[in-house]
C-alpha cells in the first residue's frame, strides 16, 4: 500500500509498504480521507520543536523513523481483530488518535493523557498513520459516523476536536464572547465550536487576506491585526468597550498572545492551543491587574470527540470554501503552501 512517510526534517516520501493487519481487539480500515495538521508542519519543517524525538525509539510504541504520519482521518472498516464486537464491517469511522499513555506520570493520575510525556498518537510516534491507504487501531479508536456525517466530515472530526476543547476551557458561557486569533483550521474549528455552544460574539483576527476571506464567506466577524488599531476597535464595538470574555490563541505566534491577552475583559481567559515554534518576551502585569489568566489546551477526551460528532449531525460544520482535496502525491506541495498561510484545511485522498 501507499503511505507518506517521515525520514527527518523535509524528507517526506510516499512509499510502498506492507499492508497492516488487526490484532486482537483491533480493526483495519480502508482509509478515505486525512487532514494535514499543524503538527504535520512542524514535523516537516521544525521537528526540534516537537515535544518527542523519533530518533530513537519510542519507550512505550518502539515507534522510531521512518514514522507514517497522519493523525486526522476517517476510513470504513474493512476487517475485524479476535474480540471485536462492537464495531462492524463496513462502519464508517473518525479514528481517536491517542492509542496510549504510561499511565503513572502525575498528568496521567490527573486524568490528562494528553499531557503525558509518553504519550503515543497514531501519525506521531505510534507505528502507522492516517496518511496510508490502510490502517488498523484499537476498535475502542474507531467512532462510528452517523449517516448524515459523510467520510470527508469525519476525517474533520480530529481537528474540531482540538477547537472543541480549546473553547470549553476557556468556560465562555451561552450569550458571552470570544476573540479567536488565527483563521487556521483550528481557529476556524474554535469559531464553529463557540457557534455550536451558543456563543454568537465572536471576532477572528487573522493577517492572512486569504483566510480572512474564507472564514467571512462563512460568516464570522473577521479583522485584520495588521490594520493598526483595528483590533482594538472591533474588540471595543462587539462588547461595548469591556472586553471578550475569553480568547484563543489558535495562532501560535507571539504577537496573537499580547494582542489577545490585552483584549480580554477582566477576569478573563486565554487559551493556547497552538505550537509555537519561539519563545517571546511578555510582560505579566496586565495579567496582575486584570485578573485574566492564561491555560492550555491540548487534545480532547472522548466525549468530546463524539460531541463533534453529533454537531457535525446537527448542521453546525460547514466545508464550504475552506476545504480542498488532493491526491497523497500532492503532499510535500500542500505542507508548503500552508506554511505561506494559504488556503484553509487540505485533504488528502486515499481511496
Known sequence: MKAARFHGKEDLRIEEVPEPSPGPGQVKLRNAYAGICGSDLH???????????????????????????????????????????????????????????????????RGLPFSCPLMGSLGANVEGGGL?????????????????????????????????HAVARSGVDPGGSALVAGAGPIGIG?????????????????????RREILAALGAHVVDPGNDGELAKAVASLTDGDGVDAAIDAAGAGPAITTAVTSLAPGGR???????????????????????????????????????????????????????????????????????GLGGKTLLTLR
Not at 476487517?79 to 503513572?104: I, Q, W
Not at 476525517?155 to 477547537?163: F, S, T
Not at 474554535?190 to 486569504?210: I, T, Y
Open 43 to 109: 514535523f516537516y519543517f521544525y521537528p526540534e520543536s516537537l515535544p518527542f524525538s523519533l530518533d530513537e525509539p519510542h519507550p512505550l510504541t518502539g515507534a522510531t523513523l521512518p514514522q507514517v504520519l497522519g493523525h486526522e482521518f476517517g476510513g470504513t472498516v474493512v476487517e475485524l481483530g479476535e474480540g471485536v464486537t462492537d464495531v462492524r464491517l463496513g462502519d464508517r469511522c473518525a479514528v481517536f488518535p491517542l492509542a496510549l499513555s504510561c499511565g503513572k506520570c502525575a498528568a496521567c493520575v
Open 270 to 340: 486565554l487559551v493556547i492551543t497552538a505550537l509555537h515554534e519561539h519563545p517571546m518576551d511578555f510582560q505579566p502585569t496586565q495579567l496582575m491587574m486584570g485578573e485574566t489568566g492564561i491555560v492550555g489546551s491540548v487534545g480532547y477526551r472522548p466525549e468530546e470527540f463524539d460531541a463533534v460528532i453529533k454537531a457535525m449531525a446537527d448542521g453546525y460544520y460547514d466545508t464550504t470554501g475552506w476545504v480542498q482535496e488532493l491526491p497523497l502525491d500532492g503532499l510535500v506541495d500542500a505542507l508548503h503552501s500552508l506554511r505561506r
Open 190 to 210: 474554535a469559531w464553529f465550536a463557540f457557534k455550536a455552544r451558543g456563543v454568537e460574539k465572536v471576532l477572528v483576527s487573522e493577517p492572512s487576506a486569504d
Open 132 to 164: 496510508a491507504e490502510f490502517t488498523v487501531c484499537a476498535a475502542s479508536q474507531a467512532h462510528v459516523l452517523p449517516d448524515g456525517v459523510d467520510l470527508r466530515m469525519g476525517a474533520l472530526v480530529e481537528p474540531m476536536a482540538v477547537g472543541w
